[in-house]
């Protein structure tokens, strides 16, 4: 679960070069919306895939949670990033579950990867990086098998951190986050079976103090991040929207 909005499928962060925390960060993605994430995969629409792909998998938080929910999935991690893969085939030896996960190594910009005829994608917080979504939808409609389901998780910013804050503006680098996918994936063949947006408020902890430091210094610098992270009122929100389309 890469989330907000960095980590997967590409090689990307927020400050786009502070690949040193970039792990960090999405491990503690993993561990503050690890209920959230159980939640969304509990609503989709399929019953028992067997094999699943996680597209832009970042350091393994959607794969392990696709992996405890469905007991009987092999799962296909893919992104662009050799560490991320590295740290998520380590965790994968730890829980031991190293026989149920293949990992693969692609650009998905350039090079698309023989990913076999998955029954599920998911795809979270990955397909906004891409410059053509559109041909990209199109290349996994095409990789599905017949009645297989592809989940598009995406948040609809960056977190947020104190209540005064304002929602993000347009990024022109990643001009399709936020972006409402439901026309996108029927333009590609697909057909939307559901779409819900999840709200996301984790208090105060640790692990937030943490999230938020990196985040808030990546945006406004060191002292502006120290500064934030002594508030009283600093907590985790965010929203995520999840659609899912049937092929």
Avoid: C
Wanted: glycine content about 10%; hydrophobic content about 35%.
């Amino acid at each position: 679960m890469s989330e907000h909005g960095h980590g997967h499928g590409h090689g990307h962060g927020h400050g786009h070069g502070h690949s040193d925390d970039q792990a960090e960060v999405l491990d503690l993605d993993a561990e503050l919306l690890a209920g959230h994430t159980a939640d969304i995969i509990d609503w989709l629409p399929t019953s028992a895939p067997r094999h699943v792909v996680d597209l832009g998998s970042g350091t393994g938080a959607g794969t392990f949670a696709l992996l405890a929910r469905y007991p009987e999935a092999h799962i296909t991690a893919v992104d662009s990033s050799v560490d991320h893969l590295q740290r998520l085939r380590e965790k994968a030896g730890e829980r031991g579950l190293a026989d149920r996960i293949h990992t693969v190594l692609a650009d998905l910009e350039s090079d698309w990867p023989d990913l076999g005829t998955p029954d599920l994608i998911w795809a979270s917080a990955s397909l906004h990086h891409m410059t053509n979504p559109g041909r990209t939808l199109r290349q996994l409609h095409d990789t599905l098998a017949p009645g297989g389901l592809l989940a598009v998780v995406e948040l609809a910013g960056m977190p947020q951190f104190f209540p005064e804050q304002a929602p993000d503006g347009p990024d022109e680098r990643l001009p399709h986050r936020g972006a409402d996918w439901g026309p996108m994936l029927t333009g590609a063949g697909f057909t939307v079976e559901g779409e819900r947006t999840v709200t996301v408020h984790v208090e105060r902890s640790e692990a937030v103090e943490r999230y938020a430091h990196i985040v808030l210094r990546r945006q406004f610098g060191p002292e502006a991040a120290d500064k934030a992270v002594r508030r009283e009122d600093l907590s985790l929100r965010t929203e995520r929207t999840v659609w899912a389309a049937r092929k």
